[in-house]
């Protein structure tokens, strides 16, 4: 497991987006397979019955969902339309009358982002090329390594390593750099933009960091923790 640390962002972006920032760790993966442990389904049920109608109607006067969603008008995205992560998985929840689990990394990315505010991704940290940071796409360029990986066009920004662009911001992973069930090392980044304290970008890495690493752990190993 590593400490949280910011990357790297072009000279152009931090001129035009100022509190643009990319924090990132790596920790060993646990077992992708099979459904989450009962203490992460746990928590996704009681993170249901605090999230309802009245919280919902108020997200985005919170600070933190408000800071993403100044952010997206910022970069020409209406979050009206295109949904912030926070407010998109807060309507799922209305929808679905609760945050469903999807498997371990999912459930963890979301409890994170449900209980921050601030959105975190994962990757195969062995499919990384260097660390990680911000940058316009170039014209044409591939969206990953992958064969078949969609081109995109110039001037989009994505998260990077050193010869490659592997997400799109706040949009799609690109295919085959997410975790599969035989990642043996994960890459997590958070996205921090202006109005949105480092603290809570840290808190969100390390509340998925300490998550996994307690997934990682024999049976007995997590009671004997707590």
């Known amino acids: 497991m590593s400490e949280p640390r910011f990357g790297w962002c072009a000279g152009e972006v931090r001129e035009e987006l100022p509190g643009l920032r990319l924090a990132m760790a790596r920790t060993a993966a646990p077992a992708l397979r099979g459904a989450s442990p009962s203490a992460v389904r746990e928590r996704l049920r009681t993170l249901s019955n605090r999230v309802r109608g009245a919280r919902a109607v108020n997200l985005r006067r919170e600070p933190v969902p ?23 998985a807060v309507l799922e929840r ?9 498997g371990l990394l999912a459930d963890v990315l979301l409890i994170a982002l449900i209980d921050t505010g601030v959105p975190v991704w994962a990757l195969d940290a062995a499919m990384l090329d260097g660390p990680l940071g911000i940058r316009p796409s170039r014209d044409g360029e591939p969206l990953g390594r992958s064969p078949g990986a969609p081109p995109l066009p110039a001037g989009r920004l994505v998260v990077a390593d050193g010869s490659a662009a592997l997400a799109v911001l706040f949009g799609e992973l690109a295919p085959g750099h997410e975790a599969r069930t035989d990642t043996t090392e994960l890459a997590l980044f958070a996205l921090q933009v202006a109005g949105v304290p480092s603290l809570h970008v840290e808190e969100a890495l390390w509340m998925c960091l300490a998550a996994l690493d307690r997934a990682r752990q024999p049976p007995h190993e997590t009671a004997e923790h707590g």
């Open 66 to 88: 408000a800071a993403y969603r100044v952010f997206f008008r910022h970069i020409g995205l209406d979050p009206d339309v295109v949904r912030t992560p926070i407010e998109a």
């Open 94 to 102: 209305m929808v679905r009358g609760g945050f469903l689990s999807r």
